[in-house]
């Protein structure tokens, strides 16, 4: 019997985790695998490309897990700066661009991954396309944002305007902050990091200006500004005009599934494909999706969301692999943690906000603490704040932020678990969590958090 024919759409993070995977189940013999991708790299860290930029990380190929020439050496057929640019359903196909040589041609598929990623939200304004403005998605992009850097002139001010105060824009602008720059955030929201409620967001919003970073909330960007040569001067906004020899756009991502679209594949609210719990795409058994161009279930909410996260792109590539290599796997659903920094500030979410909780018709209670990351009397402590959202009535926590400094930002796992497990937030009480002075206050502040959370639900009950 001839081998059946994989194709995988997209060479990072969910389409080479599952081409591997199959190819570790299934041989040659068995299984060609053909792999396309559009950029220059594979198999790297897109969550990295700040602390590149920044500086933290030395080199670019740091960030690259796995080579094209590696993926090869395990019999992937992976093509490089090659683009898929239609799908053919019915027909099982799909046609391709080699971009160098602008050749195109159509290949078969018995079965088929997309893992097209996502793009960095460019909203149709003036000036967007003008040089000197830069998503940061790809190491692609990553590497003509550092280019353009190098061809600003070295003396006078240098001036980053960072458009978004979302994950990704704290982390440019600590980027852009130890290049030298001044920087500037504008933010449309009522304050930084809006997967956050506005009480928390208040405290990224002063550590940042602590830093001597400009962040101007309530800023709706109208259009770029640009000098004789094109590039960039100003940004507009409907508060007012910044400087900018460089704008960086921080305002989030969007599934990439023009392609998926184009071919009718289903697709949900917030645009990313639909799959099944084996990551399989809805109502196509030879069809799967992963990672940033697909949607997932939120476990605490019940409704699907998109979430642009590494950590989940490998996991879904794990779970497609092994379906297609004839293993088993499914994917779950996640309950929405992500961590973040901004210099020396920790910042963390999972579960729900305030706002999330309204949307799906819960009833909650809040309840805010201030604690220390060490025990008081140690060397080092400093401050953080947690805050915990439990369901009226029944306690079920639901979702829990942090704001602190160093070792703050990793106690947020606690709760993810235990929102994956459904514990009341009286139950968190009783869990068994580590204890040292180097590492805790001997009552830890998610254990804090969760005390005074009980007494809320308890007081709104009564």
Same mark, same amino acid.
Not at 201 to 214: F, K, Q, Y
Not at 275 to 285: F, K, N, Q, S, Y
Not at 344 to 364: H, M, P
Not at 391 to 400: K, N, Q
């Given at each position: 019997?001839?081998? @059946?024919?994989?194709?995988?759409?997209?060479?990072?993070?969910?389409?080479?985790?599952?081409?591997?995977?199959?190819?570790?189940?299934?041989?040659?013999?068995?299984?060609?695998?053909?792999?396309?991708?559009?950029?220059?790299?594979?198999?790297?860290?897109?969550?990295?490309?700040?602390?590149?930029?920044?500086?933290?990380?030395?080199?670019?190929?740091?960030?690259?897990?796995?080579?094209?020439?590696?993926?090869?050496?395990?019999? +992937?057929?992976?093509?490089?700066?090659?683009?898929?640019?239609?799908?053919?359903?019915?027909?099982?196909?799909?046609?391709?661009?080699?971009?160098?040589?602008?050749?195109?041609?159509?290949?078969?598929?018995?079965?088929?991954?997309?893992?097209?990623?996502?793009?960095?939200?460019?909203?149709?304004?003036?000036?967007?396309?003008?040089?000197?403005?830069?998503? %940061?998605?790809?190491?692609?992009?990553?590497?003509?944002?550092?280019?353009?850097?190098?061809?600003?002139?070295?003396?006078?001010?240098?001036?980053?305007?960072?458009?978004?105060?979302?994950?990704?824009?704290?982390?440019?602008?600590?980027?852009?902050?130890?290049?030298?720059?001044?920087? *500037?955030?504008?933010?449309?929201?009522?304050?930084?990091?809006?997967?956050?409620?506005?009480?928390?967001?208040?405290?990224?919003?002063?550590?940042?200006?602590?830093?001597?970073?400009?962040?101007?909330?309530?800023?709706? %960007?109208?259009?770029?500004?640009?000098?004789?040569?094109?590039?960039?001067?100003?940004?507009?906004?409907?508060?007012?005009?910044?400087?900018?020899?460089?704008? %960086?756009?921080?305002?989030?991502?969007?599934?990439?599934?023009?392609?998926?679209?184009?071919?009718?594949?289903?697709?949900?609210?917030?645009?990313?494909?639909?799959?099944?719990?084996?990551?399989?795409?809805?109502?196509?058994?030879?069809?799967?999706?992963?990672?940033?161009?697909?949607? $997932?279930?939120?476990?605490?909410?019940?409704?699907?969301?998109? =979430?642009?996260?590494?950590?989940?792109?490998?996991?879904?590539?794990?779970?497609?692999?092994?379906? +297609?290599?004839?293993?088993?796997?499914?994917?779950?659903?996640?309950?929405?943690?992500?961590?973040?920094?901004?210099?020396?500030?920790?910042?963390?979410?999972?579960?729900?906000? @305030?706002?999330?909780?309204?949307?799906?018709?819960?009833?909650? =209670?809040?309840? *805010?603490?201030?604690?220390?990351?060490?025990?008081?009397?140690?060397?080092?402590?400093?401050?953080?704040?947690?805050?915990?959202?439990?369901?009226?009535?029944?306690?079920?926590?639901?979702?829990?932020?942090?704001?602190?400094?160093?070792?703050?930002?990793?106690? $947020?796992?606690?709760?993810?678990?235990?929102?994956?497990?459904?514990? *009341?937030?009286?139950?968190?009480?009783?869990?068994?969590?580590?204890?040292?002075?180097?590492?805790?206050?001997?009552?830890?502040?998610?254990?804090?958090?969760?005390?005074?959370?009980?007494?809320?639900?308890?007081?709104?009950?009564?």
């Amino acid at each position: 019997m001839a081998a @059946e024919r994989l194709v995988v759409i997209g060479g990072d993070a969910a389409g080479m985790s599952a081409a591997s995977q199959a190819r570790r189940l299934k041989g040659p013999d068995a299984l060609e695998i053909l792999a396309f991708e559009r950029g220059h790299f594979t198999s790297y860290s897109a969550c990295g490309i700040p602390y590149w930029v920044g500086g933290d990380v030395e080199a670019r190929d740091d960030l690259i897990a796995r080579t094209p020439e590696e993926h090869r050496e395990r019999d +992937i057929d992976l093509r490089m700066r090659t683009e898929v640019t239609e799908l053919d359903v019915a027909g099982q196909r799909v046609k391709a661009l080699d971009r160098e040589s602008g050749k195109t041609y159509w290949t078969g598929f018995d079965k088929l991954v997309i893992a097209t990623g996502a793009r960095p939200v460019r909203p149709a304004l003036p000036g967007m396309d003008a040089a000197g403005v830069h998503g %940061v998605q790809t190491l692609d992009d990553g590497q003509a944002l550092l280019d353009s850097l190098d061809a600003l002139p070295s003396e006078g001010p240098r001036r980053a305007v960072v458009v978004g105060a979302g994950y990704i824009g704290v982390e440019m602008a600590e980027a852009m902050l130890k290049r030298g720059f001044e920087v *500037t955030v504008l933010n449309r929201g009522e304050q930084p990091m809006a997967t956050l409620d506005a009480d928390m967001g208040r405290l990224v919003h002063e550590a940042l200006d602590g830093l001597g970073i400009t962040t101007v909330n309530g800023a709706a %960007v109208t259009k770029i500004l640009t000098g004789p040569d094109g590039r960039v001067t100003e940004v507009a906004t409907d508060a007012g005009t910044y400087p900018a020899d460089v704008v %960086v756009l921080g305002i989030g991502v969007e599934p990439e599934t023009g392609l998926a679209r184009a071919a009718g594949l289903p697709v949900g609210p917030h645009g990313g494909l639909l799959t099944d719990l084996a990551m399989r795409v809805v109502g196509h058994d030879n069809i799967w999706a992963g990672g940033d161009c697909v949607e $997932v279930l939120d476990l605490v909410a019940g409704r699907t969301r998109h =979430v642009a996260l590494g950590t989940h792109a490998n996991k879904h590539g794990q779970v497609i692999g092994s379906n +297609i290599g004839g293993g088993y796997g499914t994917f779950p659903g996640v309950v929405g943690t992500a961590v973040s920094k901004v210099c020396d500030l920790e910042i963390a979410r999972t579960g729900l906000r @305030e706002k999330d909780a309204r949307a799906v018709g819960l009833r909650y =209670v809040t309840a *805010t603490i201030e604690s220390t990351q060490r025990a008081g009397y140690y060397p080092g402590a400093k401050p953080m704040t947690v805050k915990m959202i439990a369901e009226l009535r029944t306690g079920r926590l639901l979702g829990v932020q942090i704001v602190g400094r160093e070792g703050s930002a990793k106690r $947020v796992d606690v709760a993810a678990v235990a929102l994956t497990a459904g514990m *009341t937030v009286e139950q968190m009480t009783a869990l068994d969590l580590g204890y040292a002075p180097p590492f805790s206050p001997v009552w830890d502040p998610v254990l804090v958090a969760a005390r005074k959370t009980v007494a809320a639900v308890r007081g709104a009950g009564s």
